[in-house]
Protein backbone atom coordinates (compact mmCIF):
# COMPACT_ATOMS: atom_id res chain seq x y z
CA UNK A 1 0.00 0.00 0.00
CA UNK A 2 1.20 3.29 -1.03
CA UNK A 3 -0.30 6.76 -0.57
CA UNK A 4 0.40 9.82 -2.59
CA UNK A 5 0.25 13.28 -2.03
CA UNK A 6 0.43 15.90 -5.21
CA UNK A 7 1.35 19.53 -4.54
CA UNK A 8 2.53 22.62 -7.01
CA UNK A 9 -0.15 23.34 -8.72
CA UNK A 10 -1.54 26.99 -9.23
CA UNK A 11 -2.65 29.53 -11.38
CA UNK A 12 0.05 30.52 -14.00
CA UNK A 13 -0.12 32.43 -17.22
CA UNK A 14 1.11 30.80 -20.84
CA UNK A 15 4.38 30.57 -21.61
CA UNK A 16 5.03 30.42 -17.85
CA UNK A 17 6.24 27.05 -15.71
CA UNK A 18 5.36 25.41 -13.28
CA UNK A 19 6.56 21.94 -10.90
CA UNK A 20 4.80 19.89 -9.65
CA UNK A 21 5.33 17.18 -6.71
CA UNK A 22 4.10 14.07 -5.34
CA UNK A 23 5.03 12.51 -2.07
CA UNK A 24 4.90 8.96 -1.45
CA UNK A 25 4.34 7.20 2.00
CA UNK A 26 6.16 3.55 2.62
CA UNK A 27 9.51 2.17 1.85
CA UNK A 28 8.81 0.67 -1.55
CA UNK A 29 8.58 3.63 -3.51
CA UNK A 30 11.72 2.64 -5.10
CA UNK A 31 10.08 -0.82 -6.39
CA UNK A 32 6.98 1.28 -7.93
CA UNK A 33 6.94 3.05 -11.90
CA UNK A 34 5.00 6.31 -11.13
CA UNK A 35 3.27 8.09 -13.64
CA UNK A 36 1.03 11.34 -13.97
CA UNK A 37 -2.16 11.47 -15.60
CA UNK A 38 -4.20 14.75 -16.24
CA UNK A 39 -8.15 15.60 -16.17
CA UNK A 40 -10.00 18.50 -17.99
CA UNK A 41 -13.51 19.39 -17.54
CA UNK A 42 -15.93 17.44 -19.22
CA UNK A 43 -12.52 15.00 -20.32
CA UNK A 44 -11.29 11.47 -19.57
CA UNK A 45 -8.18 11.43 -17.37
CA UNK A 46 -5.27 11.08 -19.49
CA UNK A 47 -1.73 10.05 -19.90
CA UNK A 48 0.81 12.73 -19.52
CA UNK A 49 4.32 10.62 -18.71
CA UNK A 50 5.77 7.78 -16.86
CA UNK A 51 9.12 7.09 -15.77
CA UNK A 52 10.55 3.58 -14.96
CA UNK A 53 11.49 2.86 -10.66
CA UNK A 54 15.26 3.63 -11.45
CA UNK A 55 14.47 6.95 -13.83
CA UNK A 56 16.48 5.27 -16.40
CA UNK A 57 13.28 5.28 -19.06
CA UNK A 58 10.66 7.83 -19.35
CA UNK A 59 7.54 8.25 -21.53
CA UNK A 60 5.32 11.14 -22.74
CA UNK A 61 2.17 11.82 -24.19
CA UNK A 62 2.89 13.91 -27.32
CA UNK A 63 0.93 16.85 -26.51
CA UNK A 64 3.93 17.62 -23.71
CA UNK A 65 7.08 16.13 -25.23
CA UNK A 66 9.70 18.71 -25.42
CA UNK A 67 8.01 20.65 -22.86
CA UNK A 68 7.14 18.35 -19.48
CA UNK A 69 9.82 16.31 -17.65
CA UNK A 70 9.59 13.78 -15.00
CA UNK A 71 12.06 12.90 -12.52
CA UNK A 72 12.21 10.76 -9.35
CA UNK A 73 14.19 10.93 -6.19
CA UNK A 74 13.92 7.46 -4.54
CA UNK A 75 15.59 8.85 -1.48
CA UNK A 76 12.91 11.27 -1.04
CA UNK A 77 10.41 9.41 -1.96
CA UNK A 78 9.34 11.77 -4.69
CA UNK A 79 7.95 12.46 -8.10
CA UNK A 80 8.41 15.33 -9.81
CA UNK A 81 7.09 17.28 -13.07
CA UNK A 82 8.51 20.19 -14.51
CA UNK A 83 6.38 21.64 -16.56
CA UNK A 84 7.52 24.77 -19.32
CA UNK A 85 5.86 26.36 -21.55
CA UNK A 86 2.55 26.02 -19.87
CA UNK A 87 -0.87 26.43 -22.33
CA UNK A 88 -4.08 27.04 -21.65
CA UNK A 89 -4.93 23.49 -23.05
CA UNK A 90 -2.72 22.50 -20.01
CA UNK A 91 -5.41 23.38 -17.61
CA UNK A 92 -6.01 19.97 -15.81
CA UNK A 93 -6.54 18.16 -12.44
CA UNK A 94 -2.97 16.56 -12.56
CA UNK A 95 -3.07 13.34 -10.96
CA UNK A 96 0.13 10.99 -9.38
CA UNK A 97 -0.33 7.48 -10.03
CA UNK A 98 1.59 4.42 -8.77
CA UNK A 99 1.90 0.82 -10.23
CA UNK A 100 3.05 -2.51 -9.23
CA UNK A 101 4.03 -3.51 -12.77
CA UNK A 102 7.41 -3.58 -14.43
CA UNK A 103 6.35 -2.30 -17.92
CA UNK A 104 5.60 1.75 -17.68
CA UNK A 105 2.27 1.64 -19.34
CA UNK A 106 0.37 4.92 -20.03
CA UNK A 107 -3.32 3.31 -19.26
CA UNK A 108 -4.96 4.63 -16.11
CA UNK A 109 -6.16 0.90 -15.62
CA UNK A 110 -2.12 -0.53 -14.89
CA UNK A 111 -2.13 1.75 -11.95
CA UNK A 112 -3.01 0.78 -8.87
CA UNK A 113 -2.62 3.85 -6.45
CA UNK A 114 -3.54 7.38 -6.92
CA UNK A 115 -3.39 10.86 -5.48
CA UNK A 116 -6.24 13.10 -4.55
CA UNK A 117 -5.20 15.15 -7.86
CA UNK A 118 -3.93 18.91 -7.68
CA UNK A 119 -4.90 21.92 -9.83
CA UNK A 120 -3.22 23.63 -13.05
CA UNK A 121 -4.96 26.44 -14.96
CA UNK A 122 -2.66 28.17 -17.44
CA UNK A 123 -4.41 31.28 -18.91
CA UNK A 124 -3.74 32.83 -21.88
Known amino acids: QVQLVESGGGLVQAGGSLRLSCAAS????????MGWFRQAPGKEREFVTT????????DYADSVKGRFTISRDNAKNTVYLQMNSLKPEDTAVYYC?????????????????WGQGTQVTVSS
Open 97 to 113: AASRNIVPYTTTLKYDY
Open 26 to 33: GRTFSSYV
Open 51 to 58: ITQSGGIT
